[in-house]
């Protein structure tokens, strides 16, 4: 079983920044495709960015590229979102989530964990 623990979140201003960590508590992480999901109020959990454990290649949705960078580092069991210009539409939970089977990274039903998820709140 694998935990993740989300921390970073807060409330910044637009144009802000942010650095959300996921920490894992399986070492073996390292074989894991990560993603990072965010949902807002009364709106449907969306896909924000995953990287494979494979080829460390990574994705992200249109609304947050060249925004946000999601990397790894294995040897401490975590992943990191970092969020640059940030908008007020950002203002969202954020997931932490874990795929053991390398499924398609974009779809949530596809992970198979998920952290608790911390709070971005960005004001204009």
């Known amino acids: 079983q694998v935990q993740l623990v989300e921390s970073g979140g807060g409330l910044v201003q637009a144009g802000g920044s942010l650095r959300l960590s996921c920490a894992a508590s399986?070492?073996?992480?390292?074989?894991?495709?990560m993603g990072w999901f965010r949902q807002a109020p009364g709106k449907e959990r969306e896909f924000v960015a995953a990287?494979?454990?494979?080829?460390?290649?990574?994705y992200y949705a249109e609304s947050v590229k060249g925004r946000f960078t999601i990397s790894r580092d294995n040897a401490k069991n975590t992943v990191y979102l970092q969020m640059n210009s940030l908008k007020p539409e950002d203002t969202a939970v954020y997931y932490c989530?874990?795929?053991?089977?390398?499924?398609?990274?974009?779809?949530?039903?596809?992970?198979?964990?998920w952290g608790q998820g911390t709070q971005v709140t960005v004001s204009s």
């Open positions: 989530a874990a795929d053991a089977r390398g499924g398609s990274y974009s779809l949530a039903r596809v992970y198979d964990y």
């Open positions: 990287i494979r454990w494979s080829d460390l290649r990574t």
């Open positions: 399986r070492r073996t992480i390292s074989r894991y495709d």
